[in-house]
């Protein structure tokens, strides 16, 4: 971090100060036991937990200032009514320090692994900077820009939401000079309540992007390729669509890569992309679509996704004693549902398995939901699912013509059965929301079959 004096953070969040204004701040930081010397502590309030507690343990700790919204009789305390919307503020003061290449992507699924990919391509040319993991929320992604000094040429920002304004608030604190949006589907439902207003949230990711600055989108979103993005340009990326600006053709899979022919300007090039899934696919194409953009041919941006590597538990495929597993137990809805079941079908497997959990947060249409989860389950053929939670049991039920399906509400049974009926050659795909903690029982049959 560039260091900050306290006069330009307090004019960046309007706050009451009479310290030393011109103190030096060498980084932010929210959470005492993370305190270095010469930090600013931002006192960040929630549903369980209220910083403004700490701030005086925060100053003894070594921290050179602290934000807060209580009066502390202290001249190294700056006073603000709401410490989380100075975070955003001092964090967008600190951005418009740099004059680089910024890339923000939102959409309802895949945007880490869009991300990741992004970050491949333009980090074959350009020092960048990528939020971390899924540091995407109104605390994560502000502190991660914290993270830019002067040797980062360009950085990339993963951006989500729960409800409206908070994309606004990302973008207002990013500025993208690049914004991406991958999808429109029904994550978040519960509180929004359809896709129309999902697509309205996402759209916001343009409120802080200058008028001319260029979007990348999927032209096959049903939602997206309709949507009114004014006059700035528009890049257009997927497989179906006639208005693509880059497209793939020529899509194949061997069950651990998949590879395809990006077209783009009449240029075609080979992509080997170490992941399975058309929704994998269209992320690569939002990647390619960005370095082409910043002067990063198709050739070379196709060199770097071969390096790509799933993060978390995001469609990460492992092999044990014979059996192939897919874990992807990070986050589900039923587009992600959907996504999965596909790249299970495609694999090259005696027998597909489906293990399925709960997916959480679709409000009113959640039994509506894994019921139709269920019949893609037997759209795709799969030859045995098991599905675990409450809600998956509906996942079952919407089956029809699946001969082998079981349900499960204990994850030790689950494990069991699962120990007892797979064997070389198998696939086995689990899928459900992080709620559901499918990764227990992943790891318990890991343990199981190397005793075996």
Same mark, same amino acid.
């Given at each position: 971090?560039?260091?900050?004096?306290?006069?330009?953070?307090?004019?960046?969040?309007?706050?009451?100060?009479?310290?030393?204004?011109?103190?030096?701040?060498?980084?932010?930081?929210?959470?005492?036991?993370?305190?270095?010397?010469?930090?600013?502590?931002?006192?960040?309030?929630?549903?369980?937990?209220?910083?403004?507690?700490?701030?005086?343990?925060?100053?003894?700790?070594?921290?050179?200032?602290?934000?807060?919204?209580?009066?502390?009789?202290?001249?190294?305390?700056?006073?603000?009514?709401?410490?989380?919307?100075?975070?955003?503020?001092?964090?967008?003061?600190? *951005? *418009? *320090?740099?004059?680089?290449?910024?890339?923000?992507?939102?959409?309802?699924?895949?945007?880490?692994?869009?991300?990741?990919?992004?970050?491949?391509?333009?980090?074959?040319?350009?020092?960048?900077?990528?939020?971390?993991?899924?540091?995407?929320?109104?605390?994560?992604?502000?502190?991660?820009?914290?993270?830019?000094?002067?040797?980062?040429?360009?950085?990339?920002?993963? /951006?989500?939401?729960?409800?409206?304004?908070?994309?606004?608030?990302?973008?207002?604190?990013?500025?993208?000079?690049?914004?991406?949006?991958?999808?429109?589907?029904?994550?978040?439902?519960?509180?929004?309540?359809?896709?129309?207003?999902?697509?309205?949230?996402?759209?916001?990711?343009?409120?802080?992007?200058?008028?001319?600055?260029?979007?990348?989108?999927?032209?096959?979103?049903?939602?997206?390729?309709?949507?009114?993005?004014?006059?700035?340009?528009?890049?257009?990326?997927?497989?179906?669509?006639?208005?693509?600006?880059?497209?793939?053709?020529?899509?194949?899979?061997?069950? /651990?890569?998949?590879?395809?022919?990006?077209?783009?300007?009449?240029?075609?090039?080979?992509?080997?992309?170490?992941?399975?899934?058309?929704?994998?696919?269209?992320?690569?194409?939002?990647?390619?679509?960005?370095?082409?953009?910043?002067?990063?041919?198709?050739?070379?941006?196709?060199?770097?996704?071969?390096?790509?590597?799933?993060?978390?538990?995001?469609?990460?495929?492992?092999?044990?004693?014979?059996?192939?597993?897919?874990?992807?137990?990070?986050?589900?809805?039923?587009?992600?549902?959907?996504?999965?079941?596909?790249?299970?079908?495609?694999?090259?497997?005696?027998?597909?398995?489906?293990?399925?959990?709960?997916?959480?947060?679709?409000?009113?249409?959640?039994?509506?939901?894994?019921?139709?989860?269920?019949?893609?389950?037997?759209?795709?053929?799969?030859?045995?699912?098991?599905?675990?939670?409450?809600?998956?049991?509906?996942?079952?039920?919407?089956?029809?013509?699946?001969?082998?399906?079981?349900?499960?509400?204990?994850?030790?049974?689950?494990?069991?059965?699962?120990?007892?009926?797979?064997?070389?050659?198998?696939?086995?795909?689990?899928?459900?929301? *992080?709620? /559901?903690?499918?990764?227990?029982?992943?790891?318990?049959?890991?343990?199981?079959?190397?005793?075996?």
């Amino acid at each position: 971090m560039i260091p900050l004096n306290l006069k330009e953070i307090a004019a960046a969040c309007g706050a009451e100060f009479s310290g030393d204004g011109e103190k030096k701040i060498y980084s932010v930081c929210t959470d005492t036991r993370k305190i270095e010397e010469g930090c600013l502590f931002i006192a960040l309030k929630g549903e369980n937990f209220d910083g403004n507690a700490f701030v005086e343990d925060a100053l003894s700790k070594g921290a050179a200032a602290a934000v807060s919204s209580r009066d502390i009789a202290d001249p190294r305390v700056l006073k603000v009514s709401d410490t989380c919307k100075a975070l955003s503020q001092i964090a967008g003061m600190y *951005r *418009r *320090r740099f004059s680089i290449p910024v890339i923000a992507l939102t959409g309802s699924v895949g945007k880490t692994t869009t991300k990741e990919m992004v970050h491949c391509v333009i980090s074959s040319k350009y020092k960048t900077l990528k939020s971390l993991g899924n540091l995407n929320n109104q605390i994560g992604m502000p502190m991660t820009v914290f993270s830019l000094d002067e040797t980062y040429e360009a950085a990339v920002f993963e /951006m989500g939401m729960a409800d409206f304004g908070e994309i606004s608030n990302l973008s207002r604190v990013a500025a993208p000079t690049l914004g991406i949006l991958t999808n429109i589907g029904v994550s978040h439902m519960e509180t929004l309540g359809s896709r129309e207003n999902i697509l309205k949230a996402k759209m916001e990711i343009l409120d802080g992007m200058a008028d001319d600055a260029p979007v990348v989108v999927n032209a096959d979103d049903k939602h997206l390729k309709d949507a009114d993005f004014g006059d700035r340009e528009v890049i257009w990326y997927g497989i179906k669509s006639g208005k693509c600006n880059i497209k793939a053709e020529d899509i194949t899979s061997d069950g /651990m890569y998949t590879d395809f022919t990006a077209v783009m300007d009449g240029e075609k090039q080979k992509v080997h992309l170490p992941a399975i899934g058309i929704h994998n696919v269209y992320n690569a194409l939002a990647a390619l679509a960005s370095g082409v953009k910043y002067s990063i041919d198709l050739s070379q941006g196709a060199a770097s996704l071969e390096k790509y590597e799933p993060s978390g538990m995001r469609q990460r495929v492992r092999k044990v004693g014979g059996i192939a597993v897919i874990e992807d137990c990070y986050n589900a809805s039923p587009d992600s549902m959907k996504a999965a079941l596909s790249a299970l079908s495609e694999f090259k497997a005696e027998r597909k398995i489906a293990v399925l959990a709960d997916m959480l947060e679709l409000g009113a249409i959640s039994e509506e939901a894994h019921r139709s989860v269920g019949k893609m389950a037997a759209d795709f053929n799969i030859d045995i699912l098991f599905t675990f939670g409450r809600q998956a049991q509906f996942i079952a039920e919407g089956a029809k013509g699946l001969k082998n399906v079981e349900s499960f509400e204990d994850k030790q049974d689950l494990t069991e059965r699962l120990l007892s009926c797979t064997r070389s050659g198998d696939c086995v795909l689990f899928k459900g929301s *992080r709620g /559901m903690k499918l990764e227990e029982v992943i790891n318990a049959l890991y343990e199981g079959w190397n005793r075996k």
